[in-house]
């Protein structure tokens, strides 16, 4: 895919109608940026379907500037498909929330009473697929900054498809018909901690997945939660993933977002893998996340 100049959507007629949507690529592989709209407004059809093939076209929508609430978040949501049951609720409100929505996930280190309010609350984390270790992984992820660090948090998002596509014909004919298991092992287990079996749910998929919109093959295995080639001698599995990880994770392959308040990154799971950096322990970080149904298995 070729960077482009921003490409400009019809201008909606609704009573609501907004500013002509622009679409600028980030990067040569991933990411793109929104301009020219207000989520807190309804979305006409017409912003809804350019937006839609967007995310299609670039895995990563990034919507700067926004002002959203909760209910705001779930009709946003509604745009790339069905919402996903909620993982973790939040262990309590924070200062300023009257409510939790269902389906909304709080991603936060703030601690109130002694309690982390949320999940995921510290730390860096390396490069993974959301749900991956379920049989039904979902489809798409949305998270919207409610506060941030003043410095670092950043996440990182990696082209499966890009990395996939620059790979040689022989590694390819190599990964075909090959699977992976998945272990769920947020910065818990190392990768090849053995112990992880009975600790953590998992999943088998195809080591390559071909998307189902698109059509597009991507690298689907990621560091933090693949742990073996299904079949495979544990050293041959090994040195296989430790050259996919690394390559799949190649600057060239990669956007990093630094987070400012009122951010919203729409990310496709099938195509993309992410990661976050470390941040200040001292400073508030406060996310909302939802998450869409997958389509289908990953086959």
Known sequence: MSLTSPIEAGTPTSQ??????????????????VEGIDLRRPVPAEAAAAMYRAWLDHAVLVFRDQDLSQEDLVRVTGIFGEFAPLGRPAHTLPKGFAKILPNIMLISNVRENGETIGALPDG????????IHRDDPHKATLLYSVEVPSYGGDTLFASGTGAYEALD???????????????????????????????????????????????????????????????????????????????????????????RKGDLIVWDNRCSSHARTDFPSDQRRLLLRATVKGMCRPY
């Open 16 to 33: 609501h109608a907004q500013t002509a949507l622009r679409f600028a690529p980030l990067t040569r592989h991933i990411g793109c940026e």
């Open 169 to 259: 014909p022989a590694m390819k004919q190599k990964l075909h018909g090959l699977r992976a298991v998945n272990f769920y092992v947020y910065n818990s287990v190392k990768r090849n901690d053995k112990q992880a079996v009975d600790a953590t749910s998992q999943a088998v998929h195809p080591v390559v997945r071909t998307h189902d919109e698109t059509g597009r093959k991507a690298l689907y295995v990621n560091r933090l939660m693949s742990v073996k080639i299904e079949g495979m001698a544990e050293a041959e599995s090994d040195t296989l993933l430790d050259f996919l990880f690394d390559h799949s994770e190649k600057p060239e392959f990669v956007y990093t977002h630094a987070w």
């Open 124 to 131: 860096e984390m390396m490069f993974h697929h959301d749900t």
